[in-house]
């Protein structure tokens, strides 16, 4: 009877076992390429600069509409894939020298859109195009900032309850493209408004040409290392 008891336990032990191979399949681990979850790849790739949520920190919200409004979905994968040189907006791609294969990014991109863009949400209020499609003036763009910027940056930018935004440690980390992004979109979770929120919308002409005033004021690297009096 001992005998026969230690039988079936044997057999029942057996039997519970998993197949060979199986459980070793259902505990694989998934490597860093494979995780395609939106939100996880936002939340460890993207949201130190833009925020969690997109709300912006750093850098621009991407849950801001506007933004989508303005960016096409290559922009968006362009500036995520290749980053942005002389930035802090690294590259992502691996051909690059990024962390994240093209179905992570179209992860990205696709889950941005998804889940932040508001379609048709401009559709009476156009906003000006996301890229230049000509050169600025900028004396008239230091004209138009002192007219619509300075009550919070100051006149000819030099601080004011927003502080300097002719600082050259800012301007030296950021390209024409993100002063011009910035302009239209405006920064909320700071409290800067959009293009819309002014005395009047801005036009795309005044865009540029604030633009075209505040890259004039980006010293270049060998004045800079001049004015501080060494080279390094």
Not at 23 to 30: D, H, K
Not at 112 to 120: L, S
Not at 162 to 169: H, R
Request: hydrophobic residues 40%; contains cysteine.
């Amino acid at each position: 009877m001992k005998s026969a008891a230690l039988s079936l336990a044997a057999m029942l032990a057996i039997a519970s076992c998993s197949a060979p191979g199986r459980r070793a399949a259902e505990t694989r681990v998934i490597r860093p390429s494979e995780i395609l979850d939106f939100s996880l790849l936002y939340r460890q790739q993207c949201s130190a600069c833009h925020g969690a949520d997109g709300q912006g920190g750093l850098s621009i919200g991407l849950a801001n509409p506007v933004y989508l409004a303005i960016a096409d979905d290559a922009t968006i994968r362009r500036i995520t894939a290749q980053g942005v040189p002389g930035t802090t907006m690294p590259a992502f791609a691996q051909e690059a020298g990024g962390f994240l294969t093209d179905a992570q990014i179209d992860a990205l991109v696709g889950g941005i859109r998804e889940h932040w863009a508001k379609p048709g949400a401009f559709d009476k209020e156009k906003p000006p195009a996301y890229a230049a499609s000509q050169p600025g003036n900028p004396a008239r763009g230091q004209s138009a900032f002192n007219t619509i910027c300075s009550s919070c940056h100051g006149l000819d930018g030099r601080g004011g309850q927003a502080g300097s935004i002719v600082d050259n440690s800012y301007l030296a980390l950021v390209s024409d493209q993100h002063l011009r992004t910035v302009i239209i979109t405006g920064m909320p979770h700071v409290g800067m408004p959009d293009w819309r929120n002014h005395p009047k919308p801005l036009p795309d002409a005044d865009v540029t040409d604030i633009v075209a005033w505040l890259a004039s004021q980006r010293m270049p690297l060998s004045a800079q290392l001049n004015h501080s009096g060494g080279s390094e």
